[in-house]
């Protein structure tokens, strides 16, 4: 197994434009950190997550990348960037959240922060000016539109590919649409955010119709950074509660689910970018969340859209990534493969 370094990175808030703390987490290895002509991959999670939701996914990714005599390393690193109302970051920009989107979550905001990190130059942030960087953006749901979205924000930031899972896109006079929306919102209101402690939360979860399907290890890290000491933790006894809620609160979850960027900004993107890039889809075959004429629209030539493959993990639905993160990890390897083969075959 390859001895993955974690290095976590921050931009700090810079005027009214960009008013949030914007996180993210670097991981490479001692190999990769060598291999100045490879990929960097940016990762954007979906709702409900948080940073480090990719790292089992990330660690195989960069296990199955280690140089053999048959394989030459193509990965240099990755940056998993946090979307600033969920984990680690919902707490930092809670004053400005409440300010500006106590009720609304636009997709843009995601867009606009991936974009503001990236482009800070090599001074800010990461410390990598990525416009030198050949970068892959891969995004889950959500992640993936904020992703699309980045198309029309100045200065351009060069894409070599967009990897998408179960990207959370779609067209709003469909029916499908309304329902999946329907079912995600009530879920979100539904759900259980309140424990009195981790290991309840953790016993709980791994009980959950929802919950239970996911990776035990990436369970863990849920339990580990989607989780935060409760507000109310804050009050003198005997009215202090010193239990645990989700970093992400079900008013911000459910703001996400209402922008209408998911299902008209983005598939707009997302129609040109698969003219103008290599687009690769990745399906759960699971239909959790919506039928599979939702997917099939993501293909449909008729309306110009092209992407560059469509791939499936059995065992899986939206949650892919959540469910089977290392077979999420091989399809995107293969992707990548491909992907440098044919730049490889243009120099």
């Given at each position: 197994m390859a001895t993955v370094i974690s290095t976590p990175l921050s931009l700090k808030p810079h005027g009214s434009s960009s008013p949030f703390h914007i996180l993210a987490n670097k991981y490479s290895t001692k190999q990769s950190e060598s291999n100045v002509d490879g990929l960097t991959l940016v990762f954007l999670h979906a709702v409900g997550l948080h940073r480090e939701t990719w790292e089992v996914t990330i660690q195989k990714l960069l296990d199955l990348d280690q140089p053999s005599s048959a394989h030459k390393s193509i990965i240099r690193d990755t940056f998993s960037i946090e979307i600033p109302n969920h984990g680690e970051s919902a707490l930092l920009?809670?004053?400005?959240?409440?300010?500006?989107?106590?009720?609304?979550?636009?997709?843009?905001?995601?867009?606009?922060?991936?974009?503001?990190?990236?482009?800070?130059?090599?001074?800010?942030?990461?410390?990598?000016?990525?416009?030198?960087?050949?970068?892959?953006?891969?995004?889950?749901?959500?992640g993936a539109a904020a992703l699309f979205l980045m198309r029309d924000i100045e200065?351009?930031?060069?894409?070599?590919a967009i990897i998408a899972i179960e990207p959370g896109i779609s067209i709003k006079e469909h029916p499908a649409t309304f329902k999946s929306s329907q079912m995600l919102t009530a879920w979100t209101w539904l759900r259980r955010d309140v424990w009195p402690t981790r290991k309840a939360a953790k016993k709980d979860l791994e009980s959950s119709p929802v919950h239970s399907m996911w990776d035990p290890k990436v369970l863990d890290l849920f339990i580990k950074y989607g989780l935060r000491t409760h507000s109310a933790a804050k009050y003198k006894a005997p009215f202090a509660f010193a239990g645990v809620t989700t970093c992400?609160?079900?008013?911000?979850?459910?703001?996400?689910?209402?922008?209408?960027?998911?299902?008209?900004?983005?598939?707009?993107?997302?129609?040109?970018?698969?003219?103008e890039l290599p687009v690769h889809i990745i399906f759960g075959k699971i239909h959790?969340?919506?039928?599979?004429?939702?997917?099939?629209?993501?293909?449909d030539k008729s309306a110009c859209r092209y992407p560059a493959s469509v791939s499936y993990i059995e065992g899986a639905g939206h949650l892919a990534v959540q469910q089977r993160p290392e077979s999420v990890a091989s399809c995107i390897s293969s992707i990548l493969v491909g992907l440098n083969t044919k730049v490889a075959g243009r120099l």
């Amino acid at each position: 197994m390859a001895t993955v370094i974690s290095t976590p990175l921050s931009l700090k808030p810079h005027g009214s434009s960009s008013p949030f703390h914007i996180l993210a987490n670097k991981y490479s290895t001692k190999q990769s950190e060598s291999n100045v002509d490879g990929l960097t991959l940016v990762f954007l999670h979906a709702v409900g997550l948080h940073r480090e939701t990719w790292e089992v996914t990330i660690q195989k990714l960069l296990d199955l990348d280690q140089p053999s005599s048959a394989h030459k390393s193509i990965i240099r690193d990755t940056f998993s960037i946090e979307i600033p109302n969920h984990g680690e970051s919902a707490l930092l920009n809670e004053n400005a959240i409440a300010a500006q989107f106590s009720d609304s979550w636009p997709t843009r905001i995601i867009a606009e922060s991936t974009h503001q990190f990236l482009t800070a130059g090599p001074g800010q942030g990461a410390g990598v000016n990525f416009a030198d960087r050949k970068i892959v953006g891969i995004g889950h749901s959500i992640g993936a539109a904020a992703l699309f979205l980045m198309r029309d924000i100045e200065p351009a930031v060069r894409f070599h590919a967009i990897i998408a899972i179960e990207p959370g896109i779609s067209i709003k006079e469909h029916p499908a649409t309304f329902k999946s929306s329907q079912m995600l919102t009530a879920w979100t209101w539904l759900r259980r955010d309140v424990w009195p402690t981790r290991k309840a939360a953790k016993k709980d979860l791994e009980s959950s119709p929802v919950h239970s399907m996911w990776d035990p290890k990436v369970l863990d890290l849920f339990i580990k950074y989607g989780l935060r000491t409760h507000s109310a933790a804050k009050y003198k006894a005997p009215f202090a509660f010193a239990g645990v809620t989700t970093c992400a609160s079900k008013a911000q979850e459910a703001a996400c689910y209402r922008s209408e960027h998911l299902v008209v900004d983005a598939m707009n993107a997302y129609t040109l970018r698969t003219q103008e890039l290599p687009v690769h889809i990745i399906f759960g075959k699971i239909h959790d969340v919506g039928p599979a004429e939702l997917q099939d629209i993501l293909s449909d030539k008729s309306a110009c859209r092209y992407p560059a493959s469509v791939s499936y993990i059995e065992g899986a639905g939206h949650l892919a990534v959540q469910q089977r993160p290392e077979s999420v990890a091989s399809c995107i390897s293969s992707i990548l493969v491909g992907l440098n083969t044919k730049v490889a075959g243009r120099l």
